[in-house]
C-alpha cells in the first residue's frame, strides 16, 4: 500500500483548502482511512477518520472538517473549512486494515502513512 497526499498550501483564517490522499493497492473499501497532524514541537494528532462502518472527528475540528472518500477512485479527502492559524501543521494520511467498528485514532493503530502535505493558516 503508499499513500500520497496532496493539496495542502497557504490559506487565510476563515478560509479553506482541500487536501485529497491517493491510494495505491487493493481493496481500499476495506480499509479504514485516516487524517492525522502534526505541528512543530506537537505530537501528531488525529484530525479525522472514515471507515466502512465508523467516522470520526477530533473535537476541535467537528463543523468545520469533512472527511469523505471515494472508493472508485481510491482516493479520501478532507474538506477544511472556517480555518484557523491553530490548524496549521504537516497533515498525513493513514491507512488501517481493519474495518473496526470503532474509528482508530491513535497512530500505533495504523500501518501505512503518506508523505504528509504542509498546510499554513496566516492569521
Known amino acids: 500500500v503508499q499513500l500520497q497526499a496532496s493539496g495542502g498550501g497557504l490559506a487565510q483564517a476563515g478560509g479553506s483548502l482541500r487536501l485529497s490522499c491517493a491510494f495505491s493497492?487493493?481493496?481500499?473499501?476495506?480499509?479504514?482511512m485516516a487524517w492525522f497532524r502534526q505541528a512543530p514541537g506537537k505530537e501528531r494528532e488525529f484530525v479525522a477518520g472514515?471507515?466502512?462502518?465508523?467516522?470520526s472527528y477530533a473535537d476541535s475540528v467537528k463543523g468545520r472538517f469533512t472527511i469523505s472518500r471515494d472508493n472508485a477512485k481510491k482516493t479520501v479527502y478532507l474538506q477544511m473549512n472556517s480555518l484557523k492559524p491553530k490548524d496549521t501543521a504537516v497533515y498525513y494520511c493513514?491507512?488501517?486494515?481493519?474495518?473496526?467498528?470503532?474509528?482508530?485514532?491513535?497512530?500505533?493503530?495504523?500501518?501505512?502513512w503518506g508523505q504528509g502535505t504542509q498546510v499554513t493558516v496566516s492569521s
Open positions: 493497492g487493493r481493496t481500499f473499501s476495506n480499509y479504514d
Open positions: 472514515l471507515g466502512h462502518y465508523a467516522t
Open positions: 493513514a491507512a488501517n486494515w481493519a474495518m473496526a467498528m470503532t474509528m482508530p485514532t491513535t497512530t500505533t493503530q495504523y500501518d501505512y
